[in-house]
């Protein structure tokens, strides 16, 4: 059951609505099923010989009174309204129901604590199966405003307590770290429109994409504004600092033809400016990104860093383990678009529904996820895919996804767990499209008998309480092969094995040969790094190739909004 709290100051015009036909859905038989006094609230639901006009002007008699009684002065945005909706699937609830859902929502909020003969007076109206709309003018017979201090707080609480009651759909508590859903209007707007998703959520994703790529605030400005999104600043009156933003989606006009602009707050809680800030440093203070000759360091260090955020997630450090959250959902956003396929759509939805796994009420030391962070941004500078290290990448970002999932769970943060359960099903989804070609390519070139029973040796002797398994695991053939590749590539097998083997234990791992197979192949290559040393020690210096930008697939095809002009 969710309620959704907003406030307005045209009672007569939201009258009319109710009891009209409707924009987006029909609306059957509107009428009204509770009010502050049922026998004083004319229903123009059972009035159908009336026109809406004069339905409306009745019924705001009736209910704007105490705004009149003040003389003409109607305090701003005076107007409460609050619909309430059962979720998809629940059962259908009577019109006694939903009159007592209505009470107790207006009782909750403290529009009208019950029994309290001065409330303000309210009405609650049904014109469709699964919910209705309570109405109310925030003026009191005494002629004080009602405490609606975080009144849609308590509406949602209220509400998971007649889920339970009424026996509907248990929804996931929030801890008002959830970004701001789209309007009606705004949905109804893409409709007509065309579009899939409304401007906010467009504008949401586009801005979380690109400061996951950039390493300035000034560069987050630039690149959303090469993408055609109009940037609007609100400077300090002293300073002339920014102490604000607005975005503006392209060709995303309002009737008069102006930009529909969302301040970066009002996309996301963690796109504020003073929340960007904390992530993206001063131009001064910046990192420059790091473009290194190997092209494959990026994504070992970005293997290695999520790596570290899984075993920060075990620890007892919440702001630290909040902060590699954060860092891991920009992670997600470079690591879809730096790997091209038919698994990028699963990698993009998954980036998508981290957000809401990202941030809690737990404050972040972003400083304790700075390794992540810059990983990730050297990951959107990457020159190219290097092969089974992307895919090591994927395998190492299902297992954090679930880690995440666990940690919010543990700590009551119901929307966040199972957004990051969604998110570990799409990344593990993308993982097994990707690495199915892969693995099947790596067991067929698997290496002699003989070799294998080498590599068997080896297992047994470095982990040896793993050993059966490893070597039950139908992936077992793919890692003699990696071994193999290993070994070539100057690595002891037998200490490689155990080296990565105490990475993290294996104990839960359902393919222990794939975690291991995985875990090597994210190893430096040891004959290129000796190369590059002695390169280095006799004076010469690689140089790398001119760096492409961050990847373009956060952006917008020049076509992809032309359709909301």
């Not at 929502?105 to 919910?131: L, M, N, Q, S, Y």
């Not at 190219?384 to 090591?392: C, Y």
């Amino acid at each position: 059951m969710v309620p959704d709290v907003s406030t307005g100051s045209d009672s007569r015009g939201l009258i009319a609505y109710l009891f009209g036909p409707g924009r987006r859905d029909e609306h059957t038989n509107p009428h009204i099923v509770a009010a502050w006094d049922m026998a004083g609230a004319p229903d123009p639901g059972r009035d159908p010989a009336a026109t809406y006009t004069q339905l409306a002007k009745r019924l705001d008699h009736h209910l704007d009174l105490r705004t009149r009684e003040l003389g003409g002065k109607k305090p701003p945005q005076h107007v409460w309204h609050c619909p309430v909706r059962t979720a998809p699937g629940d059962r259908y609830l009577t019109d006694a129901e939903w009159a007592e859902v209505a009470r107790r929502v207006v009782h909750a909020t403290g529009i009208a604590p019950e029994g309290d003969e001065k409330a303000c007076r309210w009405i609650a109206v049904r014109h469709a199966d699964d919910h209705i709309h309570i109405m109310a003018t925030t003026v009191r017979a005494d002629g004080r405003r009602p405490r609606t201090h975080q009144d849609g707080r308590r509406a949602q609480a209220e509400c998971r307590r007649i889920e339970a009651e009424f026996g509907l759909c248990r929804l996931k508590s929030g801890d008002l770290t959830a970004p701001r859903t789209p309007t009606s209007a705004e949905r109804a707007k893409a409709e007509r429109q065309g579009q899939t998703v409304t401007a906010r959520q467009w504008l949401r994703e586009r801005a979380y994409a690109v400061a996951a790529a950039v390493h300035t605030e000034a560069d987050y400005f630039t690149v959303l504004q090469s993408l055609g999104i109009k940037v609007k600043t609100r400077l300090g009156p002293e300073s002339g600092d920014v102490i604000g933003y607005s975005l503006a989606a392209p060709g995303d006009t309002s009737s008069a033809g102006e930009p529909v602009w969302y301040g970066g707050s009002k996309l996301a809680p963690d796109l504020s400016i003073n929340r960007l800030r904390e992530r993206l440093p001063d131009q001064e203070k910046a990192d420059r990104p790091r473009f290194a000759a190997d092209p494959a360091e990026p994504w070992q260090h970005t293997i290695t860093a999520i790596q570290t955020a899984h075993i920060v997630l075990d620890s007892d450090d919440d702001a630290a383990a909040q902060a590699h959250l954060a860092a891991f959902g920009d992670t997600l956003y470079n690591i879809a678009s730096a790997t091209p396929g038919p698994h990028h759509a699963e990698l993009r939805a998954a980036a998508s529904t981290f957000n809401r796994a990202r941030r809690s009420a737990t404050r972040a030391d972003h400083q304790a996820a700075t390794a992540l962070r810059q990983a990730a941004k050297e990951l959107a500078y990457a020159s190219n895919e290097p092969g089974g290290l992307a895919i090591a990448l994927l395998f190492a970002t299902v297992h954090l996804a679930r880690a995440a999932a666990k940690w919010h769970e543990q700590r009551g943060h119901q929307q966040q767990a199972a957004a990051a359960e969604k998110a570990f099903r799409h990344l593990q989804a993308g993982y097994q499209q990707a690495a199915a070609p892969v693995l099947a390519d790596l067991a067929r070139r698997a290496p002699r008998a003989a070799t294998a029973s080498r590599y068997e040796q080896d297992v047994r002797a470095a982990l040896p309480d793993h050993a059966d398994r490893i070597l039950a695991d139908p992936t077992w053939t793919v890692l003699t092969t990696t071994l193999a590749q290993a070994e070539t590539a100057g690595h002891n097998p037998r200490r490689l094995l155990a080296e990565v083997g105490t990475q993290r234990e294996l104990d839960s791992a359902e393919r222990p040969a794939e975690v291991l197979n995985w875990r090597i192949t994210a190893q430096p290559n040891r004959r290129t790094q000796a190369a590059r040393s002695r390169s280095t020690t006799s004076g010469t210096t690689s140089t790398s190739a001119r760096p492409r930008p961050p990847a373009t697939s956060v952006g917008r095809r020049p076509e992809e909004r032309s359709r909301r002009r």
